[in-house]
């Protein structure tokens, strides 16, 4: 059974950075696809970035790419979203995704596996 397990969220002002992890544990297949989504009140569940665990090959959403990288250490079974410029819309709960989704990988619903989300807050 995989388990996620999200940290590294919090409090940040605008213009500051976070990088959150997500810890794999129970084993991935080779072809898997490690993602985050958020999810901020009264909206609906977001993809924002997606690597692949075996190619490294990433995915973005448009409004993420350069600002949000994602990227992953084998050896810890960790994936990080490192969060750059970070902006009072950015504020949710940031969620660690496992699944293999092909090429579908922004769709959660594609996605077997989810952490516990890790709250994020920027302020103004």
């Known amino acids: 059974q995989v388990q996620l397990v999200e940290s590294g969220g919090g409090l940040v002002q605008a213009g500051g950075s976070l990088r959150l992890s997500c810890a794999v544990s129970?084993?991935?297949?080779?072809?898997?696809?490690m993602a985050w989504f958020r999810q901020a009140p009264g909206k609906e569940r977001e993809f924002v970035a997606a690597?692949?665990?075996?190619?490294?090959?990433?995915y973005y959403a448009d409004s993420m790419t350069g600002r949000f990288p994602i990227s992953r250490d084998n050896a810890k079974n960790t994936v990080y979203l490192q969060m750059n410029s970070l902006k009072p819309e950015d504020t949710a709960v940031y969620y660690c995704?496992?699944?293999?989704?092909?090429?579908?990988?922004?769709?959660?619903?594609?996605?077997?596996?989810w952490g516990q989300g890790t709250q994020v807050t920027v302020s103004s």
């Open positions: 995704a496992a699944g293999t989704p092909g090429s579908d990988y922004a769709m959660g619903y594609q996605y077997h596996y």
């Open positions: 690597i692949r665990w075996t190619s490294r090959t990433t």
């Open positions: 129970g084993g991935l297949f080779s072809w898997s696809v």
